[in-house]
C-alpha cells in the first residue's frame, strides 16, 4: 500500500481527499482521552470537562475527534471520562447514538470506575488506557488509536494508519511543526531521514528547533497509534513500575522510542480541508485561544472551513426554531453583521457585531453586543453593552449592565484575560449555576 503525500504542490491533489476507509480502518478501535478538566479555561470549566465545552455556534469540542473517527471509518470509539463528565456523557448519548451495534458500531462511555486500583482513579493518560484495558481487548481490534478529546481539527485517521502498516511500525506518532515558543507546552519530537523518531521530549524548556527550519520544532499532537498486542504489553510493563508516572508522553513514548519501531506522521499528511491554507490544528486551553478561534469562524474566508460538507462535523443539538430578528425602526433594529446566530434566537431591536450567538440566545431592546461569544440559553437585557465577552450558558444580564469597557471595574466582578477578554458566568452574576435554564423576560 503505497503512502501519498498530501504536503504536495500538485494541483490534482488540491481539494481531493481520498479516503482510507478499509479493512485498517474497521480493525481499529479508537480511545478518545475526555477526562481533563481544561484548568486554563478557569470558571468555563467549572461545570464541565474541556472536552465538553461548546465551540463554533453549535458544537461541543469533543465533537471534532468523534467526527474524525466516523468520517474515517473508524467506529467502534471509547469515550474515556473522569472530571465532571455529566454534561460530555449527556452531549455523547444524545449526539452519538446513531451508530448501529448490530454491525460491531458503537460510541462507548468509559468512566473512571477504580477497576484496576480500588484507591485509584487514572493517574495519567496511559493509566486510563490501561484501567479500560478489558474493554478493548473484548473488541478484538489489530490497531488502537489514542486520542485526545479536546482539540480542533480535521484529520483522516485511514491515511495515518495506513502509514503505520506500510512502514511495519510498531507505535506512530501524529505531528505537527509548531514555533519554537510554543513548544514547551509540548512533546518535541526528532525523526531522522525515514521519519523514525529518534528522539522524544516532554515539554522541553529549550527545544531545539527543526534541521533547515529555523524556528520551527515537530509536536506531538497526542494522537499514537499502536498494533494493539504491543500496547496491552507496553501499558502493562508501564503499570508495575513504580517510577513511572503513567503517562504517555513522559513515561511510555520515550520508552518506545529507545526501544521499538516508533515513527512520526505529519499532521500535514493525514489533514483534510482547503490544502491551499495552513494545516488547521488549534488546542483551544486558553480563554484567549477559545475565544481567537471562535472568532476566527466569523471571518469572510475562516481558517477552519465549517461549512465543507465532504468532511462535516456531526453534533447533537435542540430542535430549536430559525434565528429571529425583530424590529426595523431607526432608534431599535434587530441586525447582526459579520456573526454567526444559532437556531432559537431572537434579537430582538438589538445589533448584534462580530460575534457568535449559540442556540436560544435572547437578546433585547437596544442592546450592542461586539467581539463577544455568548453561549446557549442566555438572555441579554435592554441597554446591555457587552465588548470582547465570553458569556457562560444559561447566564441572564440585567438591563443596563456593561461588559468590556471598563477593565478595572469588571476584574472587580468578572474574570479578565492578559488580552482582555472578560469571562462571564452565572455565579459571577449572583445566580445559581444549576440553573440554566432560559429565564423568561417579557
Not at 441597554?383 to 468590556?404: E, H, M
Amino acid at each position: 500500500m503505497k503512502v501519498v503525500d498530501f504536503d504536495s504542490n500538485d494541483a490534482s491533489l488540491r481539494g481531493h481527499n481520498p479516503r482510507f476507509v478499509s479493512q485498517l480502518t474497521r480493525n481499529t478501535f479508537a480511545l478518545v482521552l475526555a477526562g481533563g478538566r481544561g484548568s486554563r479555561l478557569h470558571q468555563l470549566t467549572d461545570w464541565r470537562c474541556k472536552p465538553a465545552v461548546p465551540f463554533g455556534g453549535k458544537f461541543r469540542i469533543i465533537d471534532f475527534t468523534l467526527s474524525n473517527c466516523v468520517n474515517s471509518g473508524v467506529r467502534r470509539v471509547g469515550v474515556a471520562t473522569q472530571y465532571k463528565s455529566q454534561s460530555l456523557i449527556r452531549h455523547v448519548q444524545l449526539g452519538w447514538s446513531f451508530l448501529d451495534g448490530r454491525l460491531g458500531e458503537f460510541i462507548e462511555i468509559m468512566p473512571a470506575q477504580q477497576q484496576v486500583d480500588e484507591s485509584q482513579w487514572y493517574r495519567g493518560t496511559a493509566d486510563a488506557v490501561f484501567q479500560n484495558l478489558r474493554e478493548i481487548r473484548h473488541a478484538n481490534p489489530e490497531y488502537v488509536l489514542i486520542l485526545s478529546g479536546d482539540h480542533i481539527y480535521r484529520m483522516d485517521y485511514g491515511r495515518i494508519l495506513a502509514a503505520h502498516v506500510e512502514r511495519g511500525a510498531d507505535l506512530t506518532v501524529a505531528c505537527i511543526e509548531v514555533p519554537v515558543p510554543q513548544a514547551c507546552g509540548f512533546g518535541v519530537i526528532s525523526v531522522d531521514e525515514e521519519r523514525r523518531v529518534r528522539g522524544f521530549i516532554e515539554k522541553p524548556a529549550k527545544p531545539k528547533h527543526m534541521p533547515g527550519k529555523p524556528g520551527k520544532v515537530l509536536a506531538s499532537m497526542g494522537i499514537y497509534v499502536f498494533n494493539a498486542k504491543f500496547l496491552y504489553e507496553q501499558l502493562q510493563r508501564d503499570a508495575l513500575d513504580p517510577n513511572s508516572s503513567h503517562d504517555f508522553g513522559k513515561d511510555v513514548i520515550p520508552h518506545c522510542v529507545k526501544n521499538f519501531q516508533t515513527y512520526a506522521q505529519n499532521f500535514v499528511e493525514s489533514r483534510v480541508g482547503d490544502l491551499d491554507k495552513p494545516a488547521y490544528w488549534r488546542d483551544v486551553g486558553t480563554l484567549d485561544a477559545f475565544w481567537e478561534a471562535n472568532m476566527d469562524l466569523i471571518h469572510v474566508t475562516p481558517q477552519l472551513n465549517l461549512y465543507d460538507n465532504s468532511w462535516p462535523i456531526w453534533t447533537w443539538q435542540p430542535q430549536s426554531p430559525p434565528a429571529k430578528f425583530v424590529f426595523d425602526n431607526n432608534d431599535r433594529r434587530g441586525a447582526a453583521l459579520d456573526s454567526m446566530v444559532s437556531g432559537g434566537c431572537i434579537v430582538s431591536g438589538a445589533i448584534v457585531r462580530r460575534t457568535m450567538l449559540f442556540s436560544d440566545v435572547h437578546v433585547h431592546s437596544h442592546a450592542l453586543i461586539e467581539d463577544s461569544i455568548v453561549l446557549p440559553n442566555v438572555v441579554i437585557g435592554r441597554n446591555c453593552v457587552l465588548s470582547k465577552c465570553i458569556i457562560d450558558k444559561g447566564c441572564a444580564l440585567p438591563d443596563g449592565l456593561t461588559i468590556g469597557r471598563d477593565p478595572q471595574l469588571d476584574k472587580e466582578r468578572f474574570h479578565v484575560t492578559a488580552q482582555g477578554v472578560t469571562l462571564v458566568t452565572r455565579s459571577m452574576l449572583g445566580q445559581d449555576p444549576s440553573v440554566t435554564g432560559m429565564i423568561a423576560r417579557p
